[in-house]
């Protein structure tokens, strides 16, 4: 996974939401009334792949691979404006707090014989809320299909919870216990944690239901985990001792859903 710096996700946000300013002035406004037949509660859910974490190596020769976090997240957002060509968003998230997806491959003579000499950690913390509010522009891209971009804020609230994951081995005679691995990992919760969301994608107007599939980029302005690693007690080799630290940034592929409003009919009164 692409690290993407600040400036970077800013220049294209603005190149972006630019083009898109200037196609929606020539925009008819008639075009999207369709919208008004759907309500405006959506409700939504997204494979999320966070970015893999940073780890800084501080002593030590034993190293510890990572990947990019999979995680999950539901949500359900209110549309204001929706029959425009222009809107705001603001929606409630629910998303799996990414913690480990990582490994490491210790040298053969650092354990005891018989056992594996590999290990993959894959974890997920508890899920955590986060309220997004962006501003959304539509264009219309064929009878049924719209195209959409949105640039927006979101602020993250965590729990402040706490993580710690150890390997030990046992000797067959089982007199003696090493630990060689430990991480431990801390969630900020003493403040929101603020970010940057990029979308875009399509809207499907469909018979009873809206579809709408997004590519989304979140860009955090702090780390949303932090801690440090540690290998010791090895046969051979010398202790590693490292940090450990979750930017918080991400790809999402959303699909959100708004139901069609029922209408009411009239019965005529008979005389």
Do not use: C
């Amino acid at each position: 996974m692409v690290n993407f710096n600040l400036k970077t996700a800013m220049s294209i946000m603005l190149i972006v939401v630019s083009s898109f300013i200037g196609q929606a002035q020539n925009n008819d406004e008639t075009n999207y009334k369709v919208f008004n037949n759907y309500g405006n509660f959506g409700y939504s859910v997204a494979p999320v792949l966070f970015n893999r974490a940073t780890i800084t190596r501080n002593y030590g020769n034993t190293v510890l691979s990572n990947r990019s976090i999979l995680s999950y997240q539901l949500g359900m957002t209110y549309h204001f404006n929706q029959g425009k060509s222009w809107g705001i968003i603001i929606g409630l998230n629910l998303t799996g707090t990414p913690l480990t997806n990582a490994s490491y491959i210790l040298n053969e003579n650092d354990i005891y014989t018989g056992y594996n000499n590999n290990e993959q950690m894959r974890d997920l913390g508890s899920l955590y809320i986060s309220i997004p509010l962006s501003i959304e522009l539509k264009t219309r891209f064929s009878k049924k299909i719209y195209s959409n971009i949105s640039l927006g804020v979101k602020a993250g609230f965590f729990r402040g919870s706490s993580n710690e994951y150890l390997v030990r081995y046992h000797r067959e005679d089982l007199q003696e216990v090493r630990e060689v691995f430990a991480m431990y990992q801390l969630t900020n919760s003493k403040t929101p944690n603020t970010s940057i969301v990029l979308s875009g994608g399509f809207y499907f107007t469909l018979k009873n239901y809206l579809i709408k599939t997004n590519l989304v980029y979140n860009k955090s302005f702090k780390n949303i985990v932090e801690g440090e690693y540690q290998f010791g007690n090895l046969l051979v080799s010398e202790p590693t001792r490292g940090d450990y630290k979750i930017s918080g940034d991400y790809f999402a592929l959303s699909t959100t859903i708004y139901f069609k409003i029922k209408k009411k009919h009239k019965k005529k009164k008979q005389h």
